[in-house]
């Protein structure tokens, strides 16, 4: 039994599908042959024991409603007792009680012993089956036995040949059955196949060719199909992305060591001996060495998307305020307000998060603009929702580039961008926290006009 196991158990999944059918599909037609074979053989051999004593009972009433007067003639004359008998097959025969015989009708077979009565019993008669049964007679003075013999020859021979056409339609309903499962097994698993298939392509392929599972059926494989064509779209997405992010990572992290490497190499070769350049040069690294320490701590801060804490709450003006007056101690030449219309409840999102947001848009405010930074905020509440508001007078952006403002490493301007010192991550990290605490951002500009940032964050209470 556990070989057997064993064996299936290494099998393909078709195979044990069509196996399985196969198997089911047969001990079903075996049951159902069993129970016909089962029920047929009882209710032929009821039949068979009620003719013997049919004739027995036929054959003694007869007898004994003739009386001692019993002739030979007489018997011959009742052709309709006598045909049933030789229809039958049966034999007949009347005995003394010293057990000779009288006479027989039909006699087609040697006579059985006499010692058991009334009953019928099933014996072996010239080598044959056959049902006999002696019953008592007493015709006037005269006293016998009448013995009935029926032979079995044809309830067995209908038995065998059912039980032929029932091994024969067993043989086909196991044909049937495993060209049924196997044509089930091949249908059923096609999806599986192009499933394992596309599977297959991507482990050694990778997602360099695109993913394509057509299954129109509305069943369990479909719904699989549905999701893993789902699910390997999203993986293909980011994989896309997180190769363009490796390759914008490496190439912005890249700009600031060349810089440095060169000005180190213009140190070694004369350069630290010219106190000007040697000045220039250290200035130079150590901006681009903060650029950097400053990329990679937003790097880190994309990378981490720690899970919100439903805690979570912040004073608005507070946190506002302090960013308003950190920007104007590091920017003395911006003019920064702010203005709200009422009171201001605790917002739905951590003081860090939104000290972030806010610097980083102003930031951005302050670095393009080509004039003096003019930025104004507002703060006003709308049903369970507040409303911040950051409009700047800065260089603005272009209707076709806001789509992707916050996306990383995006520069309207590459060159103009690197010479402000930006990373191109701050809005990145800005959409990643709004998302985090379920708010919500629009940018309206105008090229040389402006830009106006609009969000909204959920109210705690």
């Known amino acids: ?54 004739t027995s009972d036929d054959l003694v ?25 030789v229809d039958r097959n049966q034999t007949v025969r009347m005995f003394n009680v010293d057990g000779v015989e009288i006479f027989s009708i039909n006699d ?60 024969i339609a067993g043989v086909g309903a196991l044909v049937l059955s495993a060209s049924i499962g196997y044509y089930l097994a091949n249908y059923l698993m096609k999806p599986l196949h192009s499933l394992r298939s596309s599977m297959k392509t991507v482990m050694d392929k990778g997602f360099n060719e695109p993913i394509q599972l057509t299954h129109t059926s509305h069943d369990e494989i479909g719904d699989l199909l549905k999701m893993y064509n789902a699910m390997m779209n999203e993986l293909q997405i980011s994989f896309i992305q997180q190769q363009q992010f490796v390759a914008d990572a490496s190439h912005e992290l890249r700009t600031p060591i060349q810089a440095i490497e060169g000005h180190l190499s213009l140190l070694k070769r004369w350069g ?20 950097m320490r400053k990329m990679i701590e937003e790097l880190l801060e994309l990378a981490r998307r720690e899970e919100k804490d439903d805690m979570s709450e912040a004073d608005a003006v507070a946190v506002i305020e302090d960013v308003i007056g950190e920007m104007e101690r590091l920017h003395p030449e911006a003019r920064i307000t702010l203005s709200k219309k009422e009171e201001i409840g605790l917002l739905f999102i951590t003081e860090n998060a939104l000290n972030q947001i806010v610097r980083n848009i ?3 405010a302050i670095r393009y603009c080509e004039k003096i930074p003019e930025i104004q905020l507002s703060l006003s509440v709308i049903g369970n929702e507040v409303l911040l508001k950051i409009e700047d007078n800065g ?11 916050f996306d990383r490493f995006y520069r309207v301007d590459e060159a103009r961008n690197r010479q402000r010192g930006g990373t191109g991550l701050g809005l990145s990290i800005t959409k990643m926290l709004l998302e985090k605490y379920n708010s919500t951002v629009e940018v309206k500009s105008e090229k040389n006009v402006g830009t106006v940032f609009s969000m909204k964050f959920p109210l705690k209470y």
């Not at 000045?279 to 130079?284: K, P, Q």
């Not at 260089?395 to 403002?405: R, S, T, Y």
């Open 1 to 54: 039994m556990k070989k057997l196991r064993d064996i299936l158990v290494n099998q393909s999944l078709q195979r044990k599908w069509m196996l399985t059918s196969s198997a089911v599909i047969f001990f079903s037609f075996t049951i159902i042959c069993i129970v016909v074979y089962i029920s047929l053989h009882t209710w032929l051999l009821n039949d068979e024991l009620s003719k013997i004593k049919r």
């Open 61 to 85: 009433s007869f007898l004994e409603s003739q009386g001692p007067n019993l002739t030979i003639q007489q018997i011959q004359q009742n052709t309709g007792l006598l045909n049933s008998i």
């Open 108 to 167: 087609t077979s040697q006579a059985a012993p006499l010692s058991v009565l009334h009953e019928i019993v099933e014996m072996t008669i010239d080598k044959k089956d056959a049902f006999v049964i002696n019953k008592p007679i007493r015709l006037g003075f005269f006293r016998g036995y009448i013995q009935v013999i029926h032979p079995l020859s044809g309830y067995q021979s209908l038995m065998h040949y059912l039980l032929t056409a029932m091994l």
């Open 272 to 291: 630290k001996d010219d106190p000007e350049i040697l000045e220039e040069s250290i200035d130079t690294s150590l901006i681009e060495i903060a650029r």
């Open 362 to 364: 102003i930031e951005n």
């Open 395 to 405: 260089i603005g952006i272009a209707e076709e580039n806001i789509p992707f403002i």
